[in-house]
């Protein structure tokens, strides 16, 4: 079969480095009879790892021609789609793994759109642009501390667990990659997701001001009257205290 040619839509760099793949399969663990799920298995290069571990994988896949590569492997069952467009609550009756070398222009709506299915999520392990996992591990008040920080931490314990150089990739990527885990929180707090992200989204949306000047007018449009120090940038505010600056948005309302 002829060799695929990485395409540039498709954000597509294969990983190759033997070393690392090894690496990045024993930090995942796959085990027999675990339901995983991989996007983005590319030209196999973790698929074929994985697949020897658990017997079964099944893998979403945007590219055509790799799809139907794919499709030639017994042990994989092959959904081709673009990822954000699949159901995950539907892949199977119990909670599933899932990993993947996500396309650096689009891993942050991948992973909100994974947090949708986040009660369908076992773990999740992603090879992700190094400064992205920066930023989505970032403690408050550091430079990388962001509306994704806020956003993916008051749900999952995450840590960058592997670093992946460029030349580990064909062709090689311009920036360094990374792997982080990303494990969902038990017992998480009730609390509506759309108004945590739309309080975060605004706190955030003039990073360098106090946010007097931008979630003070939100609050108070939302009749909000109780005790938040305003005097402060967004960068400078924990997750809980968004998360219980939300909680206490809602019981207003």
């Known amino acids: 079969m002829s060799k695929h040619i990485a395409r540039k839509r498709f954000g597509q760099h294969f990983l190759t480095d033997k070393?690392?793949?090894?690496?990045i399969v024993d930090a995942i663990n796959p085990q027999v009879g675990q339901v995983m799920v991989e996007i983005g298995p590319g030209l196999a290069a973790l698929t074929q790892p994985?697949?020897?571990r658990l017997g079964h994988l099944t893998v979403i896949e945007l590219d055509r021609d790799l799809a139907v590569r794919l499709r030639q492997h017994q042990h994989l069952t092959v959904i081709?789609?673009?990822?954000?467009r699949v159901d995950f609550s539907t892949i199977s009756a119990q909670k599933v793994r899932v990993v993947g070398n996500l396309p650096y222009n689009i891993s942050t709506p991948i992973l909100f759109h994974l947090l949708d299915y986040v009660d369908n999520i076992e773990d999740q392990y992603f090879m992700l642009q190094k400064e992205v996992i920066d930023r989505m591990v970032a403690p408050a008040d550091s430079s990388d501390y962001s509306r994704l920080s806020v956003m993916l931490q008051?749900?999952?314990?995450?840590?960058?667990?592997?670093?992946?150089?460029?030349?580990?990739?064909?062709?090689?990527?311009?920036?360094?990659?990374?792997?982080?885990?990303?494990l969902p929180r038990t017992n998480p707090p009730a609390i509506d997701v759309n108004r945590l992200s739309e309080l975060v989204q605004?706190?955030?949306?003039?990073?360098?001001?106090?946010?007097?000047?931008?979630?003070?007018?939100w609050?108070?449009?939302k009749k909000y009257s109780g005790n938040f120090d305003l005097?402060?940038?967004?960068?400078?505010?924990?997750?809980?205290?968004?998360?219980?600056?939300?909680l206490a948005v809602e019981a207003n309302i």
Do not use: C
């Not at 070393?19 to 690496?23: A, E, L, N, R």
């Not at 995450?158 to 460029?166: C, D, E, G, S």
């Open 219 to 221: 609050l108070e449009d």
């Open 50 to 52: 994985l697949v020897e």
């Open 80 to 84: 081709e789609s673009d990822v954000l």
């Open 202 to 217: 605004v706190a955030f949306s003039q990073r360098r001001k106090l946010m007097r000047h931008t979630l003070g007018k």
């Open 231 to 246: 005097h402060r940038r967004a960068q400078e505010v924990p997750v809980q205290e968004y998360i219980d600056l939300t």
């Open 154 to 182: 008051w749900r999952y314990e995450m840590a960058n667990i592997l670093f992946v150089p460029p030349t580990s990739f064909d062709p090689p990527p311009r920036v360094d990659s990374a792997i982080v885990s990303m």
């Open 19 to 23: 070393s690392i793949i090894t690496d």
